[in-house]
């Protein structure tokens, strides 16, 4: 029988996707979609920044790594193994803040 979570364990799985999309705006735009629409997306984002372009030109390898980061991101926010709650977390960003709680079931 599963064991049920505690106010305090479901805040905080529920609010980590939220603090990720705070830190990283990018996933807001990423999560949600069909995989290949996120990397599309993520690819024209990240093509479409001018700082990332003087990057092509100055070092081309660190650009290279900064778009599989960006097609990493977005298959991590398109996976099947990310539970629907933290997609719609990533789209939803918040700050951190902190639980105000006991941890206890109820």
């Known amino acids: 029988m599963p064991q049920s979570k505690s106010k305090y ?7 980590l996707s939220q603090k990720l999309a705070d830190k990283i705006p990018i996933y807001q735009q990423l999560a ?9 997306i993520g690819v024209l984002l990240y093509i479409d920044n001018p700082e ?3 990057v092509l030109s100055e070092k ?12 990493r991101q ?3 926010a398109t996976s099947e193994k990310v539970n629907e709650i933290s997609k719609m977390g990533m789209q939803m960003p918040k700050a951190e803040d ?9």
């Open 9 to 15: 364990q479901f805040y905080q799985e529920a609010s």
């Open 32 to 40: 949600g979609s069909d995989p290949a629409i996120s990397e599309s």
């Open 52 to 54: 990332n372009m003087k």
């Open 60 to 71: 081309p390898l660190q650009w290279i790594v900064g778009l599989l980061n960006v097609i």
């Open 74 to 76: 977005a298959r991590f």
């Open 98 to 106: 902190e639980f105000v709680g006991t941890g206890d079931t109820e």
